[in-house]
T-cell receptor, first 111, second 114 residues
């Protein structure tokens, strides 16, 4: 089976940096996604890590350690619009892509 | 380019009734997925189509749920008869590349069973 853990809620201040952690246990690991979901909207793709290390994309960075089953999403220079749920999802193999989601971390950015 | 579209956006039905949700994936995407999010829980995988074939339906809760994708384009998810615990948001997603493709999500169909 698969198990994905991430904090339920986090609060951070506008302009600050926040790190959202995700740990996972899975078989046949392909890669790890981070999605952003604003209330009532579709999840939107942020990043996809296949290899160990840090991937930077503007204000957002994502890190992966496959040996530790660990990833984090780093958000810099927080803006109020960053208030959303951040979903960690693991892609596993089986001849096709199967993506399993964690429960999501609800981030609230305060002034 | 049009994204993944889902219909209806919100459906309210009584226990025992039937509801059919529709998903139109991005044109050219062979992979189509159905997911469901029950209040307070994670987004859970229901099933995966590759073109018109069911690749994996291990997440389907029971035989009250039937998904089809005739012709390999749009897909429908029918719940018959609906139960209270079926309430939630049903997301559809599509992708082009099998192994590493980004999933593009629709905005979801919210189902409320009374």
């Amino acid at each position: 089976g698969q198990n994905i853990d991430q904090p339920t809620e986090m609060t951070a201040t506008e302009g600050a940096i926040v790190q959202i952690n995700c740990t996972y246990q899975t078989s046949g690991f392909n890669g790890l996604f981070w999605y952003q979901q604003h209330a009532g909207e579709a999840p939107t793709f942020l990043s996809y890590n296949v290899l160990d290390g840090l991937e930077e994309k503007g204000r957002f960075s994502s890190f992966l350690s496959r040996s530790k089953g660990y990833s984090y999403l780093l958000l810099k220079e927080l803006q109020m619009k960053d208030s959303a749920s951040y979903l960690c999802a693991v892609s596993s193999s089986g001849g096709y892509q199967k993506v399993t989601f964690g429960t999501g971390t609800k981030l609230q950015v305060i002034p | 380019e049009a994204g993944v579209t889902q219909f209806p956006s919100h459906s309210v039905i009584e226990k025992g009734q039937t509801v059919t949700l529709r998903c139109d994936p991005i044109s050219g995407h062979d992979n189509l997925y159905w997911y469901r999010r029950v209040m307070g829980k994670e987004i859970k995988f229901l099933l995966h189509f590759v073109k018109e074939s069911k690749q994996d339906e291990s997440g389907m809760p029971n035989n009250r749920f039937l998904a089809e994708r005739t012709g390999g384009t749009y897909s429908t998810l029918k719940v018959q008869p609906a139960e209270l615990e079926d309430s939630g948001v049903y997301f559809c997603a599509s992708s082009q590349v099998v192994a590493t493709g980004e999933l593009f999500f629709g905005e979801g169909s919210r189902l409320t069973v009374l």
